[in-house]
């Protein structure tokens, strides 16, 4: 078996730590729960080993990231939901604006751990934001 250590940045830590723990709650497969929670203990030992989930004021951020992460979850499985059923309009849209939408407030609030922390690698997000109206 092999294992591989990069360097991530902070917030991208804690990321990964609460979409392990949403899987953690909603997964069922035992195989699956069991990699799960491999994964999820080795990131929390290097979480705890660091000091970094000791900050003063990280908190209330990491509630925010698992809160946002949460309604992604959600909402991709809308978005899945409404495609499996052939319904492609406002609902869908609306559905995958929402993702949208919450994926930047995803990348704020990693970009607020990383300055928090400040750790040596900070993720930058590319995207332009655009206000479009769409007309169905």
Request: charged share 25%.
């Amino acid at each position: 078996m092999v294992d591989i250590l990069a360097p991530i940045s902070v917030g991208e830590l804690f990321d990964k730590i609460s979409i392990l723990e949403i899987k953690l709650k909603r997964l069922v497969d035992p195989e699956k729960l069991a990699h799960v929670q491999h994964e999820l203990s080795l990131l929390l030992g290097i979480a705890s080993q660091s000091g970094v989930a000791d900050t003063e004021g990280i908190a209330p951020l990491l509630a925010t990231l698992k809160g946002v992460n949460t309604a992604i979850w959600e909402g991709e499985n809308q978005v899945r939901d409404l495609e499996h059923r052939g319904v492609f309009g406002k609902a869908f849209l609306d559905a995958t604006l929402a993702v949208h939408r919450l994926n930047d407030e995803r990348a704020a609030t990693k970009r607020a751990i990383n300055i928090l922390t400040s750790s040596s690698i900070v993720e930058e997000k590319s995207h332009a934001r655009v206000r479009s109206k769409v007309v169905l």
